[in-house]
């Protein structure tokens, strides 16, 4: 059964760092690129980068790709994103997936479906 369980989150002040994990399974980690993507309250989820299945090559937001970083533990079945500087507009609710070319395909792993994601709460 696949499943994304996202970890991590928390409150901090603006300025601050986060590091979020996701832990996969019940699927091969290492064959697939992932990314991360955010939803704010009242809005609607968002892509905020992605990683290759090797971990050799990274895609961010534009507005993001100089305070987010994403990296991998192919080992462990693990997704990571560090955020630093962080700011109010970041607050939301953090989910990990698979790269969107992967979903939907037959005989694939189900990757329409999403975690709880973790929250991540920015305020003084």
């Known amino acids: 059964q696949l499943q994304f369980v996202e970890s991590g989150g928390g409150l901090v002040q603006p300025g601050g760092s986060l590091r979020l994990s996701c832990a996969a399974s019940?699927?091969?980690?290492?064959?697939?690129?992932m990314s991360w993507y955010r939803q704010a309250p009242g809005k609607e989820r968002t892509w905020i980068t992605s990683?290759?299945?090797?971990?050799?090559?990274?895609i961010y937001k534009d507005s993001l790709r100089d305070r987010f970083t994403i990296s991998r533990d192919n080992a462990n079945y693990t997704l990571y994103l560090q955020m630093n500087d962080l700011k109010p507009e970041d607050t939301a609710v953090y989910y990990c997936?698979?790269?969107?070319?992967?979903?939907?395909?037959?005989?694939?792993?189900?990757?329409?479906?999403w975690g709880q994601g973790t929250q991540v709460t920015v305020s003084s």
């Open positions: 019940g699927f091969t980690f290492n064959n697939y690129d």
């Open positions: 997936n698979a790269h969107p070319i992967y979903w939907d395909r037959p005989g694939g792993p189900d990757f329409g479906s």
């Open positions: 990683i290759t299945s090797t971990g050799d090559n990274t």
